[in-house]
């Protein structure tokens, strides 16, 4: 499926499942917003909803709705919502539903041709398979976006970042920039671990980090966006 003009944005993955995409995404809708942009968010395959006044809703779809400049419904926002919280294509085999690229990248063109900045969040890591032959890494190629990776500062994870940020390489793409967010408020030797991820991923990657998310009560979009550098964002969305 040809797309013209190429998307502008980001693909926003993370390290593991419940490291922080949603929060970082709605911040990174939050920042574009305040430049003044027509901004959209997309999750294009989301695991788990809640029945709410009859309607199931899937809290990270709604939560990047809310988030987004311009108005949007659930449905065009997560165009696959699955009831069960687990894997994409399990979600989808127990539904008996297949999740098509053609879906997706309809979607993704359809906000693109509304809103001047597109974030997609991705599902899991960034390997999560989609279908039998095809996983998110591969619909990241798709879109084509430059890379965010949403680090869940804890014990590991800069083994996980480091093979994450080698696989989005080796796919052709760009890692425009990392966040490391806290998601264990006792880890130990956090200062040590985030330097060695400063380091690394520049010196491997050339990406700079964007921002620490520390450990809040208010996860809104707002608070989270007092934590991401202007300066590395003006970078990651150029003028």
């Not at 040809?2 to 990174?28: I, N, Q, W, Y």
């Not at 450990?215 to 991401?228: I, P, T």
Request: proline share 5%; glycine share 8%; charged share 20%.
């Amino acid at each position: 499926m040809m797309r013209s003009p190429p998307l502008r944005g980001c693909f926003v993955t993370g390290t593991d499942t419940e490291v922080g995409k949603t929060c970082v995404s709605t911040a990174l809708l939050h920042w574009c917003a305040q430049q003044g942009w027509r901004s959209a968010g997309l999750k294009p395959v989301a695991a788990g909803t809640e029945l709410i006044n009859g309607a199931h809703i899937n809290a990270d779809v709604r939560a990047l709705r809310e988030a987004s400049s311009i108005p949007l419904t659930d449905d065009e926002v997560g165009p696959y919502q699955f009831e069960s919280a687990c894997a994409p294509q399990v979600a989808a085999s127990m539904e008996g539903r297949a999740i098509e690229r053609t879906v997706i990248l309809r979607a993704a063109n359809d906000l693109a041709a509304r809103a001047e900045v597109l974030i997609v969040e991705g599902v899991g890591g960034f390997r999560v398979p989609l279908g039998p032959d095809w996983d998110a890494a591969d619909l990241a190629v798709e879109l084509g976006l430059p890379v965010i990776l949403v680090v869940g500062l804890r014990l590991g994870c800069i083994n996980h970042a480091l093979l994450t940020a080698d696989v989005v390489r080796s796919r052709g793409l760009r890692l425009a920039g990392w966040v490391g967010n806290a998601i264990d408020p006792a880890m130990l030797w956090a200062d040590a671990t985030i330097a060695s991820l400063r380091e690394r991923l520049w010196q491997q990657h050339q990406a700079n980090c964007v921002g620490i998310v520390p450990w809040l009560g208010d996860l809104s979009a707002a608070a989270v966006v007092a934590h991401l550098s202007d300066a590395e964002l003006q970078r990651v969305f150029p003028i």
